[in-house]
């Protein structure tokens, strides 16, 4: 079976294995051929569920889940006139640490499109017409490929909408502080973060008078969270 999956060129990209998930929303990615009708996914064994399809891949959004490891498994229905199952994943999901040590949390959405201005107009032109309040945005190009992130609240079926629009979107929780606007600041959090064997993914903000506002994705949040706790000042 795990021949004709990789000769199909299907598996499942999100979660990763052995992946540690840290938010209290999750969106399953897996990848299929182009001509699969339906993709569905089953976890810890609960009834299948329907994935949805935009931009080239199947979506599921989990929820309502709880601490512990966890099993996923993925099935393309019908392939060639077949039902293939796609190996399994399994992964862990720790939120405790997180929900109790209070650190300063909001939603970061990532947006991937091609590298044109009237994508773009597309995208900002929808945040407005659904009053998305944004923390904070930036965009970054590779090649003809551009990445739109911007921090808000969590605003239900945002992604939903994005994604209606054939654009793939990567919604997730990221730590957002404020810290005094001075680089000693900033290098105390990052050398604590350092100390503690926790790597940066990206670090990004902007200055409001004498305080910077800083949204901080990180590879262990749940150790993060205390130390984000001690150097934010809101």
Same mark, same amino acid.
């Given at each position: ?61 989990? %929820?309502?889940? @709880? #601490?512990?490891?966890?099993?996923? $498994?993925?099935? /393309?229905?019908?392939?060639? =006139?077949?039902?293939? +199952? ?23 959405? %990532?947006?991937? @499109? #091609?590298?044109?201005?009237?994508? $773009?107009?597309? /995208?900002?032109?929808?945040? =407005?017409?659904?009053? +998305? ?102």
């Amino acid at each position: 079976m795990q021949e004709t999956m990789r000769a199909i060129k299907a598996n499942i990209d999100y979660p990763r294995e052995y992946e540690r998930i840290t938010s209290h929303h999750y969106t399953f990615r897996v990848k299929a051929p182009l001509n699969a009708e339906k993709v569905e996914v089953c976890v810890d064994g609960s009834p299948w569920q329907l994935c949805r399809y935009s931009a080239g891949y199947w979506w599921f959004d989990w %929820s309502n889940y @709880t #601490s512990g490891e966890h099993e996923i $498994v993925a099935r /393309i229905l019908p392939f060639d =006139s077949q039902n293939y +199952v796609i190996r399994s994943r399994r992964f862990e999901v720790d939120l405790e640490n997180c929900k109790s040590a209070g650190a300063p949390m909001v939603m970061q959405y %990532s947006v991937m @499109t #091609s590298n044109d201005p009237w994508t $773009v107009s597309k /995208i900002t032109d929808l945040l =407005s017409k659904e009053d +998305v309040v944004m923390h904070g945005m930036m965009m970054v190009t590779m090649g003809d490929q551009s990445t739109l992130q911007f921090m808000a609240p969590r605003c239900d079926g945002l992604r939903e909408k994005l994604e209606n629009e054939g654009l793939s979107v990567v919604e997730k929780e990221v730590f957002h502080l404020e810290i005094p606007n001075h680089p000693e600041e900033l290098h105390r959090l990052v050398r604590s973060l350092a100390e503690n064997g926790i790597h940066i993914r990206s670090l990004y903000g902007s200055v409001e008078g004498k305080n910077a506002r800083v949204a901080l994705a990180v590879d262990k949040p749940e150790n993060a969270a205390p130390l984000v706790s001690r150097f934010s000042v809101n």
